[in-house]
């Protein structure tokens, strides 16, 4: 991949809030995000579940479901905002200029049409083209992502496809209007570890030979490391670290982002999985400085203030009070002296 493709950004999101009003207060699911993405870049938003990571991905495409709404920021896809855009228009944008692909296929299709219907209706919704020319173009978008007999297969309804097949015709359909960003959500979940690697395989190759900005949403740290260039880190809707993939496995600087590498099993060793101490916060309580602070082992006095994105180096940035004084989290033999202290050990 050139250094071009990936020097040029196509997507820059600013100061993003999307809330959810509760009876117990209003839940701030995405709390002042920003980043960029380049043309041909595959970006990772990893986290665990309620961390704000699937809200910013429905948001970026405007389909936040209510009472969830975006509050502020901007969503600039191509240098447009599209927080600007009217209802109509983010439907002409969604599918042309930024497609989806979400956690599970099958909800994702009408039982009673066909694929082939499906898949030319997606490309007319948007073109005034011919039914045959959209069926054509259906066609070849499904012989792109390795569908056998595709001619054939359009004939075809939901139901007669496998999970992995009908992942496919999904990614398919989201590349029928040769959109320039890619959202994947889970795009892997409920599938078997082959077809895994063979989903994963392929949005990789839509970055590579396309120059397609992938943001895989994933709670899979494995799958990050295959197959993405950077990664975003979230907890209790902010972004507490980002950096190269590299970066994070080889040098974590927030003790989420270690609690998460440490919690991930070696296959390769059979290493007993280490959890961390406590749980996440609620969303309508949350601690008054640093959120993650009840449960970090490094905590320190002036981690009751709540901490901004620090830039370390190297492009690495870190929400932490302690990497931010020590350039990076204390050695290991410091870590577990701090967490037998806390009573974590």
């Known amino acids: 991949m050139s250094d071009v493709e990936h020097d040029r950004t196509i997507l820059s999101v600013r100061n993003l809030v999307t809330v959810y009003p509760t009876r117990l207060g209003v839940v701030p699911a995405v709390d002042h995000i920003g980043f960029e993405l380049r043309a041909g870049e595959i970006l990772g938003i990893v986290g665990d579940s309620g961390s704000g990571k699937t809200t910013l991905a429905r948001s970026l495409l405007g389909l936040v479901a209510a009472p969830g709404r975006i ?7 191509h240098g447009r905002d599209l927080l600007e855009f009217s209802g109509e228009e983010m439907r002409q944008v ?33 073109e005034r083209v011919s039914r045959r020319d959209a069926r054509e173009r259906a066609i070849e978008a499904l012989t792109w992502v390795g569908m056998p007999e595709p001619a054939i297969r359009m004939k075809d309804h939901p139901h007669q496809f496998s999970g992995g097949m009908l992942q496919r015709v999904m990614i398919a359909m989201s590349l029928l209007n040769e959109p320039a ?9 409920a599938l078997d570890v082959t077809i895994q690697a063979q989903i994963l395989e392929l949005i990789q190759r839509l970055a590579v030979d396309r120059g397609l900005g992938v943001i895989l949403v994933t709670h899979n740290l494995g799958m990050v490391a295959s197959i993405c260039d950077r990664v975003i880190v979230m907890y209790a809707g902010q972004i507490v670290e980002e950096a190269s993939v590299d970066q994070v496995f080889a040098n974590p600087s927030h003790p989420y982002t270690v609690g998460l590498l440490d919690s991930q099993p070696d296959r390769a060793t059979g290493t007993r999985l280490e959890a961390m101490a406590g749980g996440s916060p609620r969303m309508t309580d949350l601690p008054p400085g640093c959120r993650f602070e009840p449960r970090c082992a490094y905590a320190e006095t002036e981690c009751s203030q709540p901490p901004t994105l620090w830039p370390l180096s190297d492009g690495q940035t870190v929400r932490c009070w302690v990497s931010r004084r020590h350039g990076g989290l204390p050695d290991l033999p410091d870590r577990e002296a701090s967490r037998a202290g806390r009573g974590l050990g």
């Open 71 to 77: 509050v502020s920021g901007e969503i600039l896809l």
């Open 94 to 126: 969604r599918g042309t200029e930024i497609a989806m692909i979400f956690q599970n296929p099958i909800r994702s299709f009408h039982p009673g049409f066909t694929i082939g219907r499906q898949l030319t209706e997606a490309v007319t919704r948007h």
């Open 181 to 189: 960003v890619l959202v994947a959500d889970e795009p892997t979940t």
